[in-house]
């Protein structure tokens, strides 16, 4: 499978709790931090519930 990185660009600070869970489940603990994941249906599932704090690039 093709890996991906993902790095949060805005804050998790007034989201809901789900949304802040999807982030912290993604492995990210502060702004700018990059991570990365195998490209499957579950993690484009997560990255795409929380796209509008992230930015996602093939890696």
């Known amino acids: 499978m093709a890996k991906i990185k993902v790095t949060q660009v805005r ?34 599932g997560m990255i795409d519930k929380v796209r509008h704090l992230v930015k996602v690039e093939q890696a």
């Open 11 to 44: 804050s998790a600070i007034n989201r809901t709790k789900t949304q802040k869970a999807t982030l912290e489940a993604l492995g990210f603990r502060k702004l700018n931090q990059t991570v990365e994941h195998e490209e499957s249906p579950v993690i484009k």
